[in-house]
């Protein structure tokens, strides 16, 4: 199995509280990988060390087999490394089509101004059209990002990433605030992504259901360290699992 990314050990402390504690993580290349767990778990911490936007006190990252524990983010990027966040990162004032122009031209080294060589523009052009296409953004290729839909607005986020040339698509719980029929066109998205460009997922998620729709393999954390990994049914059916769950509910 190519790893698309490992973790070793790594370990995060903020003040005295362990957020990560030794976690270790592979996810194989072209899979669909969850990381669930109640709030607090780290999940989000685990994220930022995995993208670079927190360095590790202890342990490895590393990415399609390359180590880049020391590596910040822009050059995480590069090697084909994106991630979405909780609340998503776009650029608000400019349209669809902006967003996806400046993320392409940024990835491919060129400068936003229109002296860009006619060629390269032609590029970004084609690109954004089959970026708009893919994402069934085309009819609002010219709306302003902020004023879109929130499941819209995460759509677009997804485009950044897929702009900067992502293999591996890290989303932190995508179908958040999401109305049903945004999370399934979301989850259908992603599905499509994975099965026709090959990209590798992994995803921070609350709702199970997209979980089980689109996991091959879930990785379970609880208090800063991984509790459970395996299959999603086997998931569901470990004790260890439900009992971390309960716990947060009865102290909720
Ligand atoms: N920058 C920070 N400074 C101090 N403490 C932090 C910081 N970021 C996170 N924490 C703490 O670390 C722990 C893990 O937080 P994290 O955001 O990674 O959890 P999470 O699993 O993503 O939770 P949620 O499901 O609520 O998003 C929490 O106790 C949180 O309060
Ligand atoms: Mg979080």
């Known amino acids: 199995m190519r790893k698309a990314l490992a973790a070793e050990h790594l370990t995060k402390a903020f003040g005295r509280l362990l957020a990560v504690n030794g976690v270790s993580l592979e996810v194989a290349e072209g899979s669909v990988h969850a990381v669930i767990g109640p709030n607090g778990a780290g999940k989000t911490t685990l994220f930022a060390l995995l993208s670079g936007a927190l360095r590790p006190d202890r342990g490895r990252v590393f990415l399609f087999g390359r180590e880049v524990t020391h590596l910040p983010p822009e050059k995480r990027v590069r090697l084909g490394l994106s991630r979405t966040f909780q609340v998503p990162q776009v650029f608000p004032n400019l349209t669809v089509k902006e967003n996806l122009q400046i993320a392409l031209e940024a990835a491919r080294g060129l400068s936003p101004y229109p002296w860009l060589r006619r060629k390269d523009r032609l590029a970004v052009e084609e690109r954004i059209q089959a970026l708009l296409e893919r994402l069934g953004l085309e009819e ?39 109305s049903d029929e945004e999370t399934w066109r979301t989850v259908e998205l992603l599905k499509v992504l994975h099965r026709e460009e090959g990209i590798t ?29 395996g299959t999603p049914e086997a998931i569901a059916a470990d004790e260890r699992v439900q009992a971390a769950y309960l716990g947060e509910v009865v102290r909720g």
């Open 140 to 178: 609002k290729a010219q709306r302003t990002v902020g004023e879109l839909a929130h499941g819209d607005q995460r759509i677009v986020e997804v485009g950044l990433a897929l702009s900067l040339g992502a293999r591996l698509l890290l989303l932190d719980e995508p179908t958040a605030g999401m």
């Open 201 to 229: 997922l992994l995803f921070i998620e609350h709702d199970m259901e997209v979980v089980f729709g689109l996991a091959e393999r879930v990785t379970v954390l609880h208090l800063g360290e991984v509790l459970a990994e």
